[in-house]
């Protein structure tokens, strides 16, 4: 300004500018700026996907870069015609087996579910498409989400909105719009912990809130005005011998930020792990590609659960 002081800054983290600098808009929509002889995205000085706001592009990430510290997340915008900073935010959650959360300020609304292999278990939606698939890292350098696209000719973006909805349009070259092809939540048992403790959220009962088989609501009143928060408790305590496990399908997995993650075993090991732990209570693949392989464990209550129509 008038003043000499700064009102904008790049932040660069490297005092090797002795070259000349150039500020580039690539093809995918990257700002960066770059040493000019140099177009190596890994010695990019900055850039513009590194802080994404509230959309993601493909090949943008979501996530954390663990070599420098850098989460990239998304804030939504405080309304549709308010770019300012909203008060929603989705970010990685990497306690545990990660998952993405999106909060009201600090307050979780909705969980993603950890990814499954294929898809974010809490988005059944989420899938691969002929033009567009999705990838999800997991290494000592980084755990993030990004999504690519195969057909260069299809345009797709992911929006967080003012509403703190997840929704990821398409371009429609024929009527010149985006078209709104997934968003999350989608509806009451998509909230986060919209049914307490070892119950689950099923849209097609009344109430959403169920018990799973072998519990009981733990206030039978509450659960008559269908309020469900304090969720259920087990009819039978486990005796840690000869216990078994009931095969829950088309489920949300649970709340995974205490959960216990080994990719190495299989499920016939996890079962076995699982049953050599008396606080164990459920157990599932970390990853259903190719026949199945990894180990969740849980040792707490089961919380956030809700069902899927089968495909």
């Given at each position: 300004d008038h003043c000499?002081?700064?009102?904008w800054?790049t932040?660069?983290?490297?005092?090797d500018?002795?070259?000349s600098?150039?500020?580039?808009?690539l093809?995918?929509?990257?700002?960066v700026?770059?040493?000019s002889?140099?177009?190596d995205?890994?010695?990019?000085l900055?850039?513009s996907?590194d802080?994404?706001?509230d959309t993601?592009?493909p090949q943008?990430?979501?996530g954390w870069?663990?070599?420098?510290?850098?989460?990239?997340?998304?804030?939504?915008?405080?309304s549709?015609?308010d770019p300012s900073?909203?008060?929603?935010?989705?970010?990685l959650e990497?306690?545990g087996f990660?998952?993405?959360l999106?909060?009201f300020?600090?307050?979780?609304i909705?969980?993603s579910g950890?990814?499954d292999?294929?898809?974010?278990?809490?988005?059944?939606?989420?899938?691969?498409?002929?033009?567009?698939?999705n990838?999800f890292?997991a290494n000592?350098e980084?755990?993030?989400y990004?999504?690519?696209m195969?057909n260069?000719?299809?345009?797709s973006r992911i929006?967080?909105?003012?509403?703190?909805?997840f929704?990821?349009?398409?371009?429609?070259?024929?009527?010149?719009e985006?078209?709104?092809?997934s968003?999350?939540p989608?509806?009451?048992c998509?909230?986060?912990?919209e049914?307490g403790?070892?119950?689950y959220?099923?849209t097609?009962?009344s109430p959403v809130?169920n018990?799973?088989q072998?519990?009981s609501?733990?206030?039978?009143?509450q659960w008559?005005?269908?309020?469900?928060?304090?969720?259920?408790?087990?009819?039978?305590?486990?005796s840690?011998r000869?216990d078994r496990f009931?095969?829950?399908?088309?489920?949300?997995l649970?709340d995974?930020?205490?959960a216990?993650?080994?990719?190495e075993i299989?499920?016939?090991d996890?079962?076995?792990?699982c049953?050599s732990?008396?606080?164990?209570?459920?157990?599932a693949?970390a990853?259903i590609?190719?026949?199945?392989?990894g180990?969740?464990i849980?040792?707490?209550?089961?919380l956030?659960i809700?069902?899927y129509v089968?495909n």
């Amino acid at each position: 300004d008038h003043c000499d002081n700064y009102v904008w800054s790049t932040n660069l983290t490297t005092k090797d500018v002795r070259s000349s600098l150039v500020a580039e808009l690539l093809d995918n929509g990257n700002f960066v700026l770059r040493v000019s002889n140099n177009n190596d995205p890994d010695k990019f000085l900055w850039q513009s996907f590194d802080y994404p706001t509230d959309t993601l592009l493909p090949q943008m990430k979501l996530g954390w870069d663990l070599k420098t510290g850098l989460n990239r997340f998304l804030r939504s915008w405080k309304s549709s015609d308010d770019p300012s900073s909203g008060n929603f935010t989705c970010k990685l959650e990497t306690r545990g087996f990660p998952e993405f959360l999106i909060r009201f300020r600090f307050t979780p609304i909705y969980r993603s579910g950890p990814w499954d292999g294929i898809r974010f278990s809490g988005m059944p939606e989420m899938r691969d498409l002929g033009y567009m698939f999705n990838k999800f890292t997991a290494n000592g350098e980084e755990v993030a989400y990004t999504f690519l696209m195969t057909n260069k000719s299809i345009y797709s973006r992911i929006t967080l909105s003012s509403a703190g909805i997840f929704e990821r349009y398409t371009w429609v070259p024929t009527s010149w719009e985006w078209t709104l092809f997934s968003s999350s939540p989608t509806d009451q048992c998509d909230m986060n912990e919209e049914c307490g403790p070892y119950s689950y959220c099923d849209t097609s009962t009344s109430p959403v809130c169920n018990c799973i088989q072998g519990f009981s609501p733990r206030s039978q009143q509450q659960w008559d005005l269908a309020d469900g928060l304090s969720g259920c408790v087990r009819r039978t305590p486990l005796s840690c011998r000869g216990d078994r496990f009931l095969r829950l399908k088309n489920m949300k997995l649970p709340d995974t930020m205490s959960a216990i993650v080994d990719m190495e075993i299989d499920e016939k090991d996890c079962k076995k792990r699982c049953l050599s732990n008396c606080n164990c209570t459920g157990f599932a693949n970390a990853d259903i590609g190719n026949g199945g392989s990894g180990c969740v464990i849980w040792t707490g209550e089961l919380l956030d659960i809700r069902s899927y129509v089968a495909n």
